[in-house]
Nanobody
Framework: QVQFVESGGGLVQPGGSLRLSCAAS????????MAWYRQAPGKGRGFIAS????????TYADSVKGRFTISRDNAKNMVYLQMNSLKSEDTAVYYC???????WGPGTQVTVSS
């Protein structure tokens, strides 16, 4: 079945960086665009970034544009999110997802705090 396992979250100080990873399985990875979403405490899950199936095009939410970079490795069925210049408002659980598929992984917690 379709599965996603996110990793790389943790506690980081404001201004710091983290790199999230997502291992995907159960579908033909290279056929699907991929995306990252996040859910902050008390808020709904929101879109952060997406990348096309062969990585030729990316899209970002305004709140992370210029700070976050999405990438993928189709040979490894992996998608990544490099997060720089982190702010307290980036604190959330981060999820990856294949576009057009309904499944979600468990997410990984990112906490930005001094």
């Amino acid at each position: 079945q379709v599965q996603f396992v996110e990793s790389g979250g943790g506690l980081v100080q404001p201004g710091g960086s983290l790199r999230l990873s997502c291992a995907a399985s159960g579908f033909t990875f290279s056929d699907f665009g991929m995306a990252w979403y996040r859910q902050a405490p008390g808020k709904g899950r929101g879109f952060i970034a997406s990348i096309t199936n062969v990585g030729g095009s990316t899209t970002y939410a305004d709140s992370v544009k210029g700070r976050f970079t999405i990438s993928r490795d189709n040979a490894k069925n992996m998608v990544y999110l490099q997060m720089n210049s982190l702010k307290s408002e980036d604190t959330a659980v981060y999820y990856c997802k294949a576009l057009r598929l309904a499944s979600w992984g468990p997410g990984t917690q990112v906490t930005v705090s001094s």
